[in-house]
Protein backbone atom coordinates (compact mmCIF):
# COMPACT_ATOMS: atom_id res chain seq x y z
CA UNK A 1 0.00 0.00 0.00
CA UNK A 2 0.98 3.63 -0.03
CA UNK A 3 2.92 5.05 2.67
CA UNK A 4 4.06 8.60 2.80
CA UNK A 5 6.42 9.25 5.68
CA UNK A 6 7.47 12.72 6.28
CA UNK A 7 10.50 14.27 8.50
CA UNK A 8 12.54 17.08 9.60
CA UNK A 9 10.04 19.43 11.14
CA UNK A 10 11.02 21.74 13.95
CA UNK A 11 11.12 24.99 15.62
CA UNK A 12 13.35 27.67 14.71
CA UNK A 13 13.91 31.08 14.46
CA UNK A 14 12.78 33.45 11.77
CA UNK A 15 15.74 33.66 9.50
CA UNK A 16 16.49 29.72 9.81
CA UNK A 17 16.43 26.79 7.50
CA UNK A 18 14.54 23.55 7.66
CA UNK A 19 15.28 20.75 5.19
CA UNK A 20 11.82 18.32 5.15
CA UNK A 21 12.29 14.81 3.84
CA UNK A 22 8.95 12.36 2.89
CA UNK A 23 9.89 9.34 2.15
CA UNK A 24 7.59 6.66 -0.06
CA UNK A 25 7.23 3.43 -1.01
CA UNK A 26 3.91 0.93 -2.19
CA UNK A 27 3.61 3.04 -5.92
CA UNK A 28 6.38 3.46 -8.61
CA UNK A 29 7.53 6.88 -7.27
CA UNK A 30 9.49 8.09 -10.27
CA UNK A 31 5.95 8.09 -12.23
CA UNK A 32 4.11 10.58 -9.99
CA UNK A 33 4.27 14.30 -9.38
CA UNK A 34 4.96 14.89 -5.78
CA UNK A 35 3.62 17.38 -3.92
CA UNK A 36 3.94 19.50 -0.57
CA UNK A 37 0.89 20.98 1.59
CA UNK A 38 0.81 23.01 4.77
CA UNK A 39 -2.30 23.82 6.64
CA UNK A 40 -1.96 26.77 9.31
CA UNK A 41 -3.82 26.99 12.57
CA UNK A 42 -7.02 28.38 11.50
CA UNK A 43 -6.32 27.90 7.81
CA UNK A 44 -7.07 26.29 4.71
CA UNK A 45 -4.77 23.49 3.51
CA UNK A 46 -2.36 25.34 1.25
CA UNK A 47 -0.35 23.62 -2.18
CA UNK A 48 2.87 25.02 -1.31
CA UNK A 49 5.59 23.18 -3.98
CA UNK A 50 5.15 20.76 -7.09
CA UNK A 51 7.44 18.39 -8.29
CA UNK A 52 6.57 16.35 -11.84
CA UNK A 53 8.13 13.04 -12.02
CA UNK A 54 11.47 13.90 -13.68
CA UNK A 55 12.05 16.59 -11.52
CA UNK A 56 12.46 19.11 -14.25
CA UNK A 57 9.23 21.24 -13.67
CA UNK A 58 9.34 22.84 -10.38
CA UNK A 59 6.09 25.13 -9.23
CA UNK A 60 5.56 27.29 -5.68
CA UNK A 61 2.85 29.26 -4.36
CA UNK A 62 3.75 32.89 -4.20
CA UNK A 63 4.89 33.46 -0.69
CA UNK A 64 7.34 31.25 -0.69
CA UNK A 65 9.21 31.24 -4.20
CA UNK A 66 12.77 32.40 -3.52
CA UNK A 67 13.04 30.85 -0.46
CA UNK A 68 11.71 27.22 -0.81
CA UNK A 69 13.11 24.32 -3.00
CA UNK A 70 11.35 21.25 -4.15
CA UNK A 71 13.52 18.15 -5.00
CA UNK A 72 13.19 14.59 -5.50
CA UNK A 73 15.84 11.59 -5.63
CA UNK A 74 13.74 8.58 -7.45
CA UNK A 75 16.70 6.26 -6.77
CA UNK A 76 16.23 6.83 -3.25
CA UNK A 77 11.67 7.44 -3.66
CA UNK A 78 12.68 10.42 -1.32
CA UNK A 79 10.82 14.19 -2.17
CA UNK A 80 12.18 17.00 -0.16
CA UNK A 81 11.52 20.73 0.58
CA UNK A 82 14.48 22.96 1.56
CA UNK A 83 13.13 26.16 3.33
CA UNK A 84 15.38 29.09 4.09
CA UNK A 85 14.53 32.32 5.16
CA UNK A 86 11.74 31.07 7.21
CA UNK A 87 9.16 33.52 8.65
CA UNK A 88 6.42 32.71 11.20
CA UNK A 89 3.42 32.76 8.41
CA UNK A 90 5.42 29.65 7.39
CA UNK A 91 4.50 27.88 10.85
CA UNK A 92 1.78 24.87 9.89
CA UNK A 93 2.07 20.99 9.48
CA UNK A 94 3.67 19.98 6.06
CA UNK A 95 2.34 17.30 4.23
CA UNK A 96 3.73 15.21 1.33
CA UNK A 97 0.56 14.24 -0.88
CA UNK A 98 0.67 11.91 -4.39
CA UNK A 99 -2.19 11.64 -6.34
CA UNK A 100 -2.35 8.15 -7.76
CA UNK A 101 -5.30 7.57 -10.40
CA UNK A 102 -8.57 8.88 -8.55
CA UNK A 103 -7.06 8.88 -4.99
CA UNK A 104 -5.23 11.25 -2.82
CA UNK A 105 -2.64 10.07 -0.29
CA UNK A 106 -1.14 11.70 2.33
CA UNK A 107 1.61 11.65 5.18
CA UNK A 108 1.32 11.86 8.41
CA UNK A 109 2.88 15.72 8.70
CA UNK A 110 5.44 16.82 10.26
CA UNK A 111 5.26 20.14 12.29
CA UNK A 112 7.01 23.27 11.46
CA UNK A 113 6.99 26.51 14.03
CA UNK A 114 9.02 29.68 13.29
CA UNK A 115 9.38 31.27 16.77
CA UNK A 116 11.72 33.38 18.46
Known amino acids: QVQLVESGGGLVQPGGSLRLSCAAS????????MRWYRRAPGKERELVAV????????NYVDSVKGRFTISRDNAKNTVSLQMNSLKPEDTAVYYC?????????WGQGTQVTVSS
Open 97 to 105: NVKIQWSDY
Open 51 to 58: IRSTGGIT
Open 26 to 33: GFTFSSYT
